[in-house]
């Protein structure tokens, strides 16, 4: 389906848990960087999550159960769209695998994976837009989330459209591709191991002299912002949305409001 041929596409948002539960500034943000596309946009509210750590700890039959709920909900839609390379990369990889011995439900899930995008693809790749109408004055890099990276080829579409961004100042770290450490249940079952990883991975932010990181996926995010505020470093952590829709005006990610 291309969007030219809708006159207003009809877009489900799919939340995610991380930015329903921690941070919903990233939702808001993404429906107006949505509606700035020229989409209008619905929030199912029987959404639940896209049942990644299920699928990730081998346990199928509810991983299952929770992808019917949400190819169920989101019928509707042209587009379901998501502010999260990882929970995208579940809905639109990993759903048709699952129902393997189920005909009817993976042509189903493989319809319903077509239609599913993450944010920043979404609007770069099938709305094509490469510029907003945002300004933030501070010094950035940008970190690689592995999923949308490996998974859904997320790499240059976050940068072509943070470069419109006015006063914005963007620094390439070093390895900006490898990964933080987190890794949905990774960094519960090694612990070491992931503090390891986001270490090196904090060490290289911190080289840029960037004030400023952003990603694209908020298990990144709240890594990283963990581990930047365990070593007391003064860099702010925010999504790409968030400065891409002018709403990073809010205390960053890992700040508390007092």
């Keep these: 389906m291309s969007i030219k041929s809708l006159s207003t596409p009809n877009v489900g948002l799919f939340v995610t848990c991380l930015v329903d ?3 919903p500034n990233v939702g808001f943000a993404t429906i107006k960087l949505l509606e700035n596309a020229g989409c209008k ?5 029987a959404q639940t999550c896209c049942g990644q750590p299920a699928y990730n700890n081998g346990d199928l039959e509810n991983s299952r159960a929770i992808a019917k709920q949400v190819i169920e909900n989101f019928d509707e839609f042209d587009y379901i769209v998501a502010p999260s390379g990882s929970c995208t990369a579940m809905l639109k990889h990993h759903y048709p695998q699952l129902f393997q011995n189920e005909p009817q439900w993976q042509a189903k899930a493989q319809a319903f994976a077509n239609r599913c995008y993450e944010l920043v ?11 907003v109408q945002a300004r933030f004055s501070f010094p ?35 390895e900006a591709d490898v990964c933080c450490g987190f890794g949905g249940t990774f960094c519960v079952k090694y612990p070491d191991i992931s503090t390891r990883m986001v270490s090196d991975k904090v060490a290289n932010v911190q080289a840029t002299n960037a004030q400023v990181l952003l990603a694209g996926d908020m298990g990144c995010l709240l890594n990283i912002a963990g581990r930047l505020k365990r070593l007391n470093s003064p860099i702010k952590v925010y999504h ?17 409001k007092y």
Excluded: W
């Design 41 to 45: 946009v619905s929030v199912p509210t």
């Design 121 to 131: 693809s979404f609007l770069t790749d099938v709305c094509g837009i490469d510029k």
């Design 240 to 256: 790409v949305a968030e400065v891409l829709a002018n709403m990073a005006l809010v205390p960053a990610i890992g700040e508390i």
């Design 140 to 174: 950035v890099t940008y970190h690689d989330a592995c999923s949308g990276l490996r998974e859904l080829g997320i790499a240059n579409q976050p940068r072509q459209l943070l470069k419109s961004v006015q006063s914005i100042s963007i620094t390439e770290m070093k």
């Design 21 to 23: 539960l921690f941070r």
